[in-house]
T-cell receptor, first 117, second 111 residues
Framework: GAVVSQHPSRVICKSGTSVKIECRSLDFQATTMFWYRQFPKQSLMLMAT?????????EQGVEKDKFLINHASLTLSTLTVTSAHPEDSSFYIC?????????????FGEGSWLTVV | ELKVEQNPLFLSMQEGKNYTIYCNYS?????LYWYRQDPGKSLESLFVLLSNGAVKQEGRLMASLDTKARLSTLHITAAVHDLSATYFCAVETSGTYKYIFGTGTRLKVLA
């Protein structure tokens, strides 16, 4: 079946640095991908919708200059957390849509744990 | 703005018992999903409910959807310890493919 892969699965970075998380659809083309964050013992919060070849659409309250999203190809979206702070430590999950033609099935990645120290 | 609420938030139950988790949402939607999440892991898809009256069952779990009441239920029959996890419902906002997740229900099944 379809697989969505995230990399890295775990990352530790220092405050003030930037870190990039990749989301890849391994066996289908995804024109739309989504990024979520999840704090411990909380629900998933949608951060942004990533569209191939265009700017991402951010949800209200999400800083687009801090969370840079790039969807440069039909199989790859990246989330860059810039000038990371400890409060950015979270579990980040992406999902990818197969699109209308393929029944618009959504597949979730394995998630990426970010710890900012 | 679409809001999705689940109850209960926490559920501790004995093995062999039955229980129902409720998912209410605030606006019309085409699709509703149920997921399971184990600690430290991503989401495991359980059910996709696409129409009013839809009912799906897999093992000890059964999900249903009432679009008129904007309510979905996840029923657990004869719970076993392996069902311990957090369960989320998610509602797709019409035409956007965006999922809004419920608050989650942390289930603990006691042996």
């Amino acid at each position: 079946g379809a697989v969505v892969s995230q990399h890295p699965s775990r990352v530790i970075c220092k405050s003030g640095t930037s870190v990039k998380i990749e989301c890849r659809s391994l066996d289908f083309q995804a024109t739309t991908m989504f990024w979520y964050r999840q704090f411990p013992k909380q629900s998933l919060m949608l951060m942004a919708t990533s569209n191939e070849g265009s700017k991402a659409t951010y949800e209200q309250g999400v800083e687009k200059d801090k969370f840079l999203i790039n969807h440069a190809s039909l199989t790859l979206s990246t989330l860059t957390v810039t000038s990371a702070h400890p409060e950015d430590s979270s579990f980040y999950i992406c999902s990818a849509s197969t699109g209308r033609i393929s029944g618009n099935t959504i597949y979730f990645g394995e998630g990426s744990w970010l710890t900012v120290v | 703005e679409l809001k999705v609420e689940q109850n209960p938030l926490f559920l501790s139950m004995q093995e062999g018992k039955n229980y129902t988790i409720y998912c209410n949402y605030s606006t019309t939607s085409d699709r509703l999903y149920w997921y399971r999440q184990d600690p430290g892991k991503s989401l495991e898809s359980l059910f996709v409910l696409l129409s009013n009256g839809a009912v799906k069952q897999e093992g000890r779990l059964m999900a249903s959807l009432d679009t008129k009441a904007r309510l979905s239920t996840l029923h657990i029959t004869a719970a076993v310890h392996d069902l311990s996890a957090t369960y989320f419902c998610a509602v797709e906002t019409s035409g956007t493919y965006k999922y809004i997740f419920g608050t989650g229900t942390r289930l603990k099944v006691l042996a």
